[in-house]
C-alpha cells in the first residue's frame, strides 16, 4: 500500500510539466541541497556522503533545507541521493573521497573479468539494495506536507557505465571509450541491464512518494552525435516508454519525466522525441533558438549558466532577463534551472538574487 500524504499546496512545476499555461514559471535548483549551504555541514556532521544519503533522516533534512532557506521563492525539492546507487546495488563498491568525489576500487576492467560476468548474472532486488532512498522520499513528503512537489532521479544508462569502468570522474574517458568502441555488445548488455534497473529503480521512488522524476545523463556531451544515438539514446527511451508501463502495472499514477543530457546540444531534437515532457538543457544553448525547435513538443528546463553566480547583482540580472526573454515569458513551456549544479563555492545570497529576479521579471 502506497504511503498517504497531505494535499500538494503548490503544484506549480506539474501543471508547468504536463505542459500546462501557468502564471509564472516554476523554480528549482540541480544540487540545491549542497554543500555551499551552510546548514548543509551542521546537518552532514561527521557522516560521510554516502552515510547521509542512506539515512533517511539526514537525507530528508538536507533535501529540505533549500525549500526553507528559499522559502516561497522555489517551486520543489529533489531528493539527497545520489545516481551511483544503482552500481552500488549492482554490487560495485563506490566510496566518496573528499575533494576528489567518487571513486570505484575495483572498476569493471574488461568484458572478460569475473566481475562483468558476476554483474550480469547477478539478480539485483533495487526494491530490498535501494530501500533508504524511499524510506527517505517518503519520509521527505510526509516533512514538506505539501509545500511543494518532490523530484526522484536516477543515473542514465551511458553515464553509470562511464562511472563504473572509469572508476571515478575523469576528463579523457579512455575506459569508456575503450569499451563502447572495443566491446560494443557487452557495452550494451550492461546499459540496457542498468536501463532496467533504472525503470523498477524510479517507479518505486514515485510509489515511495516521488511526484516527478529526472534521469541524469551527466556525460553525454563526450559522446559524438553518432555515439550518443547508439549508446546513450536508446538507453534513455528505453526508460520513457517502460516506466510510464511499470507504473501503471503498480497501480500508480504516470507522473512527468525529465531527460537532462548535459553537453547533448547536437541532440535536441532527438531528445524532444525521446518519450520525455520535460527536456533540460545546459548553459551551450541559446533559449531562444532552443524553443524554436521544442516547438512546444515538450518542456524546456535550465540553463543559467551556474558560473553566473560569482558575477554578482549586475550579471545574474542580466542572465535571468536574457533567460525570461528567450524562454518566451515563462508563462507556458519553461521550468527555471541552472544548466548544471550549484557549485559548492556559490553563495546562498548570490542563489536568492537569482530566484529572485526570476519572480520581479514573470509577475
Request: with cysteine.
Amino acid at each position: 500500500m502506497s504511503p498517504q500524504f497531505e494535499p500538494l499546496k503548490n503544484d506549480l512545476l506539474l501543471r508547468t510539466a504536463k505542459g500546462e499555461t501557468v502564471e509564472r514559471p516554476p523554480i528549482w535548483v540541480m544540487r540545491q541541497a549542497g554543500r555551499y549551504l551552510p546548514e548543509y555541514h551542521e546537518a552532514k556532521g561527521t557522516h560521510d556522503f554516502f552515510e547521509c544519503c542512506r539515512s533517511p533522516e539526514i537525507a530528508s533534512t538536507l533535501t529540505i533545507q533549500p525549500v526553507d532557506r528559499f522559502d516561497g521563492l522555489i517551486d520543489a525539492a529533489i531528493i539527497f541521493s545520489d545516481i551511483l546507487v544503482i552500481p552500488q546495488a549492482m554490487g560495485m563498491k563506490v566510496e566518496m573521497v573528499d575533494k576528489k568525489g567518487p571513486h570505484f576500487p575495483e572498476p569493471l576492467q574488461a568484458p572478460t573479468d569475473l566481475q562483468y560476468r558476476e554483474i550480469m548474472e547477478r539478480q539485483v532486488d533495487v526494491k530490498k539494495e535501494l530501500d533508504y532512498v524511499y524510506r527517505a522520499i517518503t519520509l521527505t513528503r510526509q516533512k514538506l506536507r505539501g509545500r511543494v512537489p518532490l523530484i526522484g532521479f536516477c543515473g542514465a544508462p551511458w553515464t553509470l557505465l562511464c562511472y563504473m569502468v572509469e572508476g571515478g570522474g575523469t576528463k579523457l574517458f579512455v575506459q569508456s571509450k575503450t569499451w563502447v568502441f572495443k566491446y560494443l555488445d557487452e557495452s550494451k548488455a550492461l546499459l540496457q541491464k542498468i536501463a532496467e534497473l533504472c525503470v523498477e529503480y524510479l517507479a518505486l521512488q514515485v510509489k515511495a512518494g516521488a511526484q516527478l522524476v529526472q534521469v541524469f545523463d551527466s556525460w553525454a556531451g563526450e559522446l559524438s552525435p553518432s555515439s550518443f544515438k547508439d549508446v546513450s539514446l536508446p538507453y534513455l527511451r528505453y526508460i520513457s516508454k517502460h516506466l510510464p508501463e511499470r507504473l501503471r502495472e503498480l497501480g500508480l499514477e504516470v507522473i512527468p519525466m525529465t531527460v537532462f543530457a548535459k553537453g547533448a546540444w547536437y541532440a535536441l531534437e532527438e531528445l524532444c522525441t525521446s518519450g520525455y515532457d520535460v527536456v533540460g538543457l545546459d548553459w551551450l544553448h541559446d533559449p531562444a533558438e532552443a524553443m524554436k525547435v521544442a516547438n512546444g513538443r515538450v518542456v524546456l528546463q535550465g540553463n543559467a549558466d551556474p558560473g553566473v553566480l560569482y558575477g554578482g547583482r549586475g550579471a545574474i540580472s542580466k542572465v535571468v532577463k536574457e533567460m525570461v526573454d528567450g524562454f518566451g515569458g515563462g508563462k507556458k513551456g519553461w521550468i527555471v534551472n541552472l544548466g548544471h549544479g550549484i557549485t559548492p563555492f556559490a553563495k546562498p545570497d548570490d542563489l536568492r538574487l537569482l530566484f529572485e529576479e526570476i519572480h520581479r521579471l514573470t509577475k
